[in-house]
């Protein structure tokens, strides 16, 4: 039964009419133990599968893409231009991770997926920043000019005028009196609250102000009124980073059935998409995730290991060696006044507790010298090997930079001047992971869910288990690869047949 895995033939199901046994016959391959197909009786048959046909087909032939497969967005430039060339060149999409990246660094990337990549699609991340809004501002302002189409919004609790903005620009009717959508928004969200958001029209007072501020046309408002702001709504489940570690089966049909209510109230004419994120390290997991009725999967956390993700070396050998239970969730630095956290990778590094840690005490003292004396020596020597005193006055040059206010409400707050300086730590706990300072290597934040452990077990032995292998465009073919073969082997079972467990296996393989 291992030719269960050729997914790329037509299967007819038989039985043997001395024996009674059950099997599989395939297209050009003779039926075992028969001598003719009159020792068989035909039960029933299967067509070819393959990768390209999971999923829904209109995600293909909105997003101009081969596979139903999207590499996502990880932070800091993790989430790489050459993650997001090889992506696209494969067929598939990638998102650039532009979070916590400066609007110049942003815009170079932009530039450069452009220059390199020509018509090929291809996306970036929109994360919401609730204390720096001029920057999400700015960084739409820099997609819109620059005509980026795909658009990644992550860590949106409500709904802001700069995600509809993108969204609703360029809205426009086609001769025959279609919509068509010039800019399209992802939207990853974890909660149905959230989802229901982006499943309805924009609010009107967010496009009624839109169009009064001279940012969105009368007609595009009007568009807009019949949409829903997202076409294509990313679940994510138990992830690395912000995740509200929700498991996958009991998350995703309460959204699918959530855009099926909504879709029918406000009666949409054309698909609305729901795919899968978090979780997804092996191909029994994307199979799944496919089952479910995802149009989509994005992986992330197995992302980070490959060869052209934007992390160091040191922090790619640390994932690599990762367990199912090697995470931890830590106060994230975006957020970090809001009690929000991340997943974290836990093995080999101590930011996760010495993250604790700062909150606890933002959480205990209004100012740094509430602190008593030897918890602040111990920060200063462990955590900023540096006094207060000096982390502030880089961290006041950084916000002068960057946002004044920041300074302005430092200096009238000192509670609001300590979590910026926690937040000194945590942002460069993720830079340290990046750049491979060897020296910070027990304070590096590196982003992590359950998938980079299972997909480390599944991977083991195999020519994908070094670090230095594994590209991402392979990694993604052998997730796709095996669901398939996963996928296949549960429809024979569905039509009676005896399928062995090692039907369902599927080894990683160099694949083209």
């Known amino acids: 039964m291992q030719a269960v895995a050729r997914i790329r033939e037509p299967a007819h199901i038989v039985r043997e009419a001395r024996g009674g046994r059950v099997g599989v016959a395939f297209d050009g391959a003779p039926i075992p133990g028969t001598a003719s197909d009159a020792d068989v009786a035909w039960l029933g048959s299967l067509p070819s599968l393959w990768p390209e046909w999971l999923g829904d087909r209109s995600f293909a032939e909105a997003h101009g893409t081969r596979f139903p497969y999207i590499a996502g967005a990880m932070a800091n430039g993790i989430g790489s231009t050459d993650i997001v060339m090889a992506m696209a060149r494969a067929g598939m999409i990638g998102f650039f991770g532009s979070a916590g990246l400066s609007l110049g660094r942003v815009t170079a990337a932009i530039d450069l997926l452009q220059a390199e990549l020509g018509a090929l699609p291809f996306g970036a991340n929109l994360i919401h920043s609730p204390a720096e809004p001029l920057l999400e501002a700015g960084i739409v302002d820099l997609y819109l000019a620059r005509g980026v189409r795909r658009v990644s919004a992550a860590a949106y609790m409500g709904l802001t005028p700069h995600v509809v903005r993108y969204a609703c620009t360029g809205l426009s009717l086609t001769p025959d009196g279609r919509i068509h959508r010039k800019n399209h928004l992802f939207a990853k969200i974890s909660r149905p609250e959230t989802a229901a958001r982006f499943l309805a029209p924009p609010p009107a007072e967010l496009l009624d102000g839109l169009v009064r501020d001279g940012k969105l046309t009368a007609e595009e408002a009007r568009l807009a009124r019949l949409l829903p702001l997202a076409e294509d709504i990313t679940v994510e489940s138990d992830s690395g980073g912000h995740t509200d570690n929700r498991p996958l089966g009991s998350l995703f049909p309460t959204i699918a059935a959530l855009r099926d209510r ?45 060869l052209e993700a934007g992390i160091s070396p040191l922090a790619k050998e640390m994932l690599c060696k990762a367990d199912l239970a090697d995470v931890a969730m830590a106060p994230a630095a975006d957020m970090f006044e809001m009690g929000v956290e991340v997943q974290v990778l836990k093995r080999g590094t101590l930011f996760a507790s010495r993250a604790h840690k700062l909150r606890d005490l933002y959480k205990t003292y209004d100012r740094w010298t509430d602190v008593p004396a030897a918890e602040r020596a111990k920060v200063e020597k462990d955590l900023f090997k540096a006094d207060f005193d000096a982390v502030w006055d880089g961290t006041r040059s950084f916000w002068n930079g960057r946002d004044g206010r920041q300074v302005e409400k430092a200096d009238r707050d000192e509670k609001h001047k300590m979590a910026l300086v926690f937040r000194w730590y945590l942002g460069k706990s993720s830079r340290w992971a990046i750049e491979g300072d060897p020296t910070r290597v027990a304070d590096y934040q590196i982003w992590a869910g359950p998938a980079q452990g299972a997909f480390n077990a599944w991977v083991k032995g195999s020519f994908l288990e070094p670090a230095g292998a594994r590209s991402v465009v392979q990694i993604a073919r052998n997730l796709l690869e095996g669901a398939a073969v996963v996928t296949r082997a549960q429809q024979l079972r569905t039509y009676g047949v005896p399928v062995p467990e090692e039907a369902f296996a599927f080894s990683p393989r160099p694949l083209s």
């Open 262 to 306: 909504l879709a029918a109230q406000h009666g949409y004419t054309r698909p609305v998409r729901v795919g899968a994120a978090g979780g997804l390290g092996t191909p029994a997991s994307v199979a799944s995730a496919f089952g479910l009725g995802a149009a989509y999967v994005l992986t992330g956390s197995v992302n980070q290991s490959s």
